[in-house]
């Protein structure tokens, strides 16, 4: 279109925020919109809205560069030794406005406000998206690293180019200041707690031998409902003393002053922890802190105790549960073998939808799952010792007997 002759049209009309960053030229009945920021000319006319004209100013890049040429910008950022992410493109064409009709793009008009979008330099808060993001993180467990990915910068880049990238130490930095800031939180409101709390200690066994203390408290809020909240979440020496347990627990009670609101203590079944209980209950009855000079204090923890009882049921049937594992790894040790079994358990008949499995060895309840899937297939285990000369591994009836009042218990 030839300019030439067109005139700025200036009308009282034009209350839209969006007329700060454009030029409304008007030729003969034609009106066109021109960014003051790169020159790109868009339609002005009132039938069309402003909503094509925001959505330009959002990926305007001499806009988000504050009007310096985004090669200039690029080029800096170069000589810093930085990434210019903004002019990244997986595609070439994909940035074209050509090839784009934003006029065509259509918006809620209440999702849209002018408002909003009005002076996106001002609105646009650094810092509050810098912990949104360390938010997701927190809440989805992602790595720090994610914020280096060039996949993740390029995205970011392209969302909103005056988003300032940031490192694994200053998100690692922002991680833990919400951390602290939660945990002011929680400081207070077990502060003004009207009644007691019950505190749970675990030690958990990770990959590599790496063990962590959990500290959980459990309380009844102000609406009488019933609150549990991990406090503490530390790293231990594996080889830990019954004293470095002791000052363990004692610091992080001490950190978090709720000694003298402590009503009860449940650890595990064990003679380390007993001694740690009624250690920290004698302290905490000189200070009579505790409900009937503590007497009330120590509470044993219902699922170790149930633990136990099942591994020592476990414990008698050790060597049925053994040939159960090495009979699963056998029939899984190839595909010949495993289709072998799968015909027999159609020769048999069976219609269960179980699939047989390894057991996690830590934890009973899958050892007892392993154990009671077996038991319906334990037909087609005893074909199987009778067609394959490899399969050497032979449970007798006696023991698939003991192993049926073991799971039927």
Known sequence: MDMSDAVTAKSSRLKSVVWNDFDRVKKGDACVAICRHCKKRLSGSSSSGTSHLRNHLIRCLRRSNNGISPSVSAREKRKEGALAISNISFDQDQKKDDDLSLVNIKFEQEQLKDDIFSNGNKNFDQRRSQLD???????????????????FKVFVKNLQPL??????????????????KEK???????????????LSADVWMAMGDTEYLCLTANYIDESWQLRKRI??????????????????????????????????????TCSTNDNIAKRIGERLSQNRFLYCNGQLFDIRCAANVINIMVQ???????????????????IRSSHSVLEKFNDLVKEVGIQSKKYLFLDNQMQWNSTYS??????????????????????????????WERATAVTST
């Open 370 to 399: 392993m154990l009671e899937t077996a038991l319906e297939f334990r037909d087609v285990l005893t074909l199987l010792q009778e067609n394959d000369n490899a399969y050497r591994i032979s449970l007798s009836n006696v023991e």
């Open 312 to 330: 020592d049921a476990l414990g008698a049937v050790s060597d049925i549960v053994n040939k159960v594992r090495e009979s699963i790894r056998y």
């Open 184 to 198: 002011q939180k929680m400081n207070e409101m077990l502060d003004k707690l009207p009644g007691k709390i019950s």
């Open 231 to 268: 406090l503490n979440f530390i790293m231990i020496d594996p080889s830990h003393t019954e004293d470095m347990l002791l000052e363990a627990i004692t610091t992080c009670l001490m950190d978090w002053d709720i000694d003298r609101k402590l009503f009860s203590m449940t650890l595990d």
């Open 163 to 180: 988003f300032d990238l940031v490192t694994v130490n200053s998100i690692e930095a922002d991680c833990i200041e919400l951390y602290e």
């Open 133 to 151: 993001l360390a938010r997701m993180i927190i809440l989805h467990g992602y790595p720090l690293t994610m914020v280096e990915h060039v996949g």
